[in-house]
């Protein structure tokens, strides 16, 4: 398999386009992407390789794409009628108004006037016009803003500075640390070790927690221009209406039905009628001949009111209304960033009523999602995180660890494990170590062995570095099993720098403690789960920590299955899930850890209300 085949298959399988980044450099591939139109509301799956696009990285397209200019905005100044037109006539109402108006225009059909449905149907469309107008110049101001940002793009072996708009499909380009991008774009290299870029998607989810990207291995090594210039390669990887939308177009339909019904029921008595009666004195002459199709066409129009004419307009005023209410409530607003609550379209306004439960956890929500490491119990001894004022040397921990309390190998390699075990990015600004985490927790826990002596100093691509003890050392990294909501868990396998293998594996007690040699019956077991029971009740996040010590021949067996199960391609989370559970086995405990969350600020009392499923 060349080159071109496997970094095909790579991006396919991992699915790894990722907008919005905002941490580290990175070296990307902007994609195009179809706007295939949905049935369903959001995420899906890829499409098959062989419904995938061509894609030819530092060559000419062979067919043209679309240019990489954002748009949110609905209309343009020449589509803005047929387009306007379209999304209202989609409306089963507004067809049937259209209808009724046309019908009127018929000499002799209409009982009513030419005037009486076409003028209202004007004034609907005229107040739904001005509506979208005002609402899409908003989105072309902001479409604007974003488009005239700057990026830095390799072009002929040179890097030149452009605007976003003028981003080709296929160009290589440049995003540094904190910079927004608006394009789907793939990653080739990044400048830090492994290949690894974190980014955040909150304009996309609202997640703040930073989400790693790795490059593929293949392209990793492209880290200066002239490896840039000189790849080459190829990769294969609608209008939002509201339920009350819907709800309201199968009304309509249903009322439309009736209608048609009543018509022919009117017509078809009518018919008889005519037939059984010839009263002269009447003047039915030209009833009777009229026919039974002309017939029905006026109790169509006679019977219109049926479905009320005002209701789009209404729903239309309400609505805008509803948006501007929304932007001024001074309770949706937010004083430190001044920031009001905004309705980005007011069509879907209405789903908030549609709300009946709110199911909400603590992170983020109640909590300010900015995490403090407090204790820890290593060796069935609870340490405290130093204070402010606390120097190390005053803790019970460095007092342990410097008289060789029978515990003090646990705490080292608890400490050790800490620094270790984890995929943060340490940034070097002046001299201060700044550090870049997927979650606040990993970073809350690598401050907190940092504050207990145990520095995590450096990332390299191959191996992190720890400052302890006035010494430093060097694990090399061998496999990092990641963590995720199944397996509840998170390991990583080092070889120490005495030569040994080893598997560091934090997480919840449920799943971590079933994997202990001698389970639940294991040292410290018992008094840790007490412990951890304490933590709890203060409201403190934790997790549990057991380390595993690994031969070479198993390891190297074990390497091979995971391998083979990291490159499958069906099922390949649950072959990497069972290789992990081969080796995530006979841990040892050394202890827990008690993080911090810490409330938000409420001015209020807020009530949820749950329901059990």
Same mark, same amino acid.
């Given at each position: ?64 794409? #679309? ?5 949110? %905005? ?49 004034? #609907? ?7 979208? #107008? ?328 191959? %191996? ?47 799943? #971590? ?65 069972? %290789? ?34």
């Amino acid at each position: 398999m060349d080159i071109r085949d496997r970094i095909v298959r790579f991006f396919h399988e991992r699915n790894v386009m990722a907008p919005f980044s905002r941490f580290y450099r990175a070296m990307v591939l902007k994609m195009n992407q179809h706007e295939d139109e949905a049935t369903t509301s959001g995420l899906t799956d890829g499409a098959p390789l062989e419904q995938n696009r061509i894609i030819f990285i530092n060559r000419p397209q062979p067919i043209k794409f #679309i240019n990489n200019r954002i748009s949110t %905005a609905k209309y343009s100044v020449p589509s803005f009628i047929p387009l306007f037109l379209f999304e209202q006539f989609r409306r089963y109402s507004n067809c049937f108004f259209l209808l009724i108006a046309l019908l009127q225009q018929i000499p002799d059909v209409s009982p009513t006037g030419r005037w009486t449905t076409l003028t209202p149907l004007i004034l #609907i469309l005229s107040v739904s016009a001005i509506k979208e #107008i005002v609402e899409d110049f908003k989105r072309h101001r902001a479409d604007d803003e974003t488009n005239r940002r700057s990026v830095d793009i390799l072009r002929e072996g040179r890097w030149s500075t452009i605007s976003w708009e003028q981003l080709l499909v296929g160009d290589v380009c440049k995003v540094v640390n904190n910079q927004f991008f608006p394009a789907d774009i793939v990653m080739l290299a990044s400048s830090e070790p492994q290949g690894i870029s974190f980014i955040e998607t909150s304009n996309l989810d609202g997640e703040t927690n930073l989400k790693i990207r790795m490059a593929h291995p293949d392209t990793a090594r492209l880290d200066n221009t002239q490896a840039l210039a000189d790849f080459t390669a190829t990769l294969q990887s609608p209008l939002k209406r509201s339920s009350i939308d819907r709800q309201t177009n199968t009304h309509i339909l249903m009322l439309f039905l009736i209608l048609l019904t009543l018509s022919l029921l009117s017509a078809g008595f009518n018919e008889l009628w005519m037939r059984a009666h010839s009263d002269w004195y009447i003047g039915l002459e030209e009833a009777q001949n009229a026919n039974f199709g002309f017939n029905f066409l006026t109790f169509l129009i006679l019977y219109n009111n049926l479905i009320p004419i005002s209701l789009q307009v209404t729903a239309e005023i309400v609505r805008f209304f509803q948006a501007k209410f929304i932007a001024m409530d001074v309770e949706m607003y937010h004083v430190a960033t001044d920031t009001p609550a905004m309705a980005r379209t007011s069509n879907l306004n209405e789903e908030l009523g549609m709300v009946k439960y709110v199911f909400s956890d603590k992170t983020g929500t109640l909590t300010c999602n900015v995490m403090e490491f407090r204790k820890c119990t290593i060796g069935e001894i609870i340490y405290s995180a130093p204070g402010p004022n606390e120097k190390l040397e005053d803790t019970l921990l460095y007092q342990n660890l410097q008289r060789n309390h029978p515990t003090a190998g646990v705490i080292r390699e608890f400490l050790t494990m800490l620094a270790v075990c984890h995929t943060v990015i340490p940034e070097r600004v002046g001299d201060q170590l700044n550090y870049h985490a997927a979650s606040p927790d990993e970073r809350a826990l690598v401050l907190g062995a940092a504050a207990l002596g145990y520095e995590f100093d450096q990332r390299t691509p191959r %191996a992190v570095r720890v400052r302890a003890a006035g010494r430093s050392e060097e694990f090399a990294v061998l496999n990092v099993l990641d963590f995720t909501s199944a397996r509840k868990r998170m390991s990583v396998i080092v070889r120490t720098p005495s030569g040994e293998i080893k598997l560091y594996c934090k997480g919840a007690d449920s799943v #971590i403690y079933p994997r202990l040699a001698g389970g639940a019956h294991a040292q410290y077991a018992d008094t840790t789960l007490s412990h951890l029971e304490l933590f709890a009740c203060d409201g403190l996040r934790t997790l549990v920590f057991a380390v595993a010590d690994i031969s070479e021949q198993f390891y190297q067996d074990w390497a091979n299955t995971y391998h083979k199960a990291s490159i499958a391609i069906q099922d390949r989370e649950q072959k990497i899930e069972e %290789a992990a559970m081969l080796i995530e086995n006979n841990l040892r405990l050394l202890g827990a850890t008690a993080i911090e969350d810490k409330l938000q600020v409420c001015t209020g009392l807020c009530f949820y209300k749950f329901e059990l499923m």
